[in-house]
């Protein structure tokens, strides 16, 4: 498979810097493990499945230093050996990227109102998302004291600030990480260690879920409707504020939001209403 234009690109805004990354196997989280690989970065990165293996070449093609670590990020245990083996590996971690989602339970149509919410649904997508971003982010701490400063960088959603529907647990643990932000930036900001969101729009991962969507022309339109640019996000998009928050260009920057989402949020969904002068 030919590298996409956005895996090309070369540089050094990250040298010396080591990064982990959740939910690295696809979608956006592998675009930014590539990408932050090409900027200098050692980088590893969790996932369940075997396509992590593929990142991993992908990360060696670009000419990154990276490996892929078998990591359910429900699971505590699992991040704190993942750290591990990833610092042991590579050196003390100085980046963290909270982006695995427990992404089967979200899309299972459990995820659908409060009133119909199983709770072991709420449990699932709560560990995967809210727990394991405490969870990774409670480990790599240490070592970024050791490196004396750290960037960890939170992907949120844009249903964290403007609701979507049927989505009550997963936006409820967005909105969460948006506060557990603040939170660190505030606990760790004095050691150098910032902690930032992405509030993520509509990206085109090109999945079959999301490729489905845009074949269904009313679909397509809703979405080209809602943003205010030409065209749909895609995952560099988020990976390149990724590595502007990761690297030395954002030391002034904590406890923020940065939203990458086409101007989805700046407006409301509504008719546009033409108002004659005078009126």
């Keep these: 498979m030919d590298l996409l234009e956005s895996e090309k690109v070369k540089g050094n805004r990250l040298a010396g810097k080591v990064a982990f990354i959740t939910g690295g196997t696809r979608g956006i989280g ?12 050692k980088v590893a990165f969790t996932g369940r499945s075997d396509a992590g293996y593929e990142v991993e070449e992908r990360l060696r093609e670009v000419g990154g230093t990276g490996m892929f670590i078998r990591a359910n990020n429900k699971s505590e245990a699992d991040l704190a050996a993942a750290v591990k083996q990833a610092a042991d590996a590579l050196g003390p971690i100085s980046i963290l990227v909270n982006n695995a989602i427990a992404s089967d339970d979200v899309g299972s149509g459990g995820d659908s109102q409060v009133d119909k919410l199983e709770t072991s649904v709420l449990d699932e997508i709560m560990h995967g998302a809210l727990y394991g971003t405490i969870w990774a982010s409670k480990h790599i701490i240490p070592y970024m004291r050791q490196v004396g400063c750290g960037s960890i960088i939170n992907i949120s959603a844009s249903s964290s600030v403007g609701a979507i529907p049927e989505r009550p647990s997963y936006a409820a ?7 557990l932000t603040r939170q660190m930036a505030f606990a760790y900001g004095k050691e ?13 991962t090109r999945s079959a879920n999301f490729e489905r969507m845009l074949g269904t022309p009313h679909i397509k339109e809703a979405f080209e409707k809602l943003v205010l640019v030409p065209q749909l996000g895609e995952p560099a998009d988020i990976a390149n504020g990724a590595i502007y928050l990761a690297s030395n260009e954002s030391k002034y920057v904590t406890g923020s939001q940065i939203f990458i989402e086409g101007g989805a949020l700046c407006h409301q969904a509504q008719p546009i209403l033409i108002m004659n002068k005078g009126d």
């Design 192 to 204: 150098n260690i910032r902690t930032n969101t992405i509030i993520v729009g509509f990206i085109n």
């Design 173 to 179: 643990s967005k909105g969460a990480i948006n506060s």
């Design 30 to 41: 592998r675009v930014i493990a590539i990408m932050m690989a090409q900027q200098g970065a």
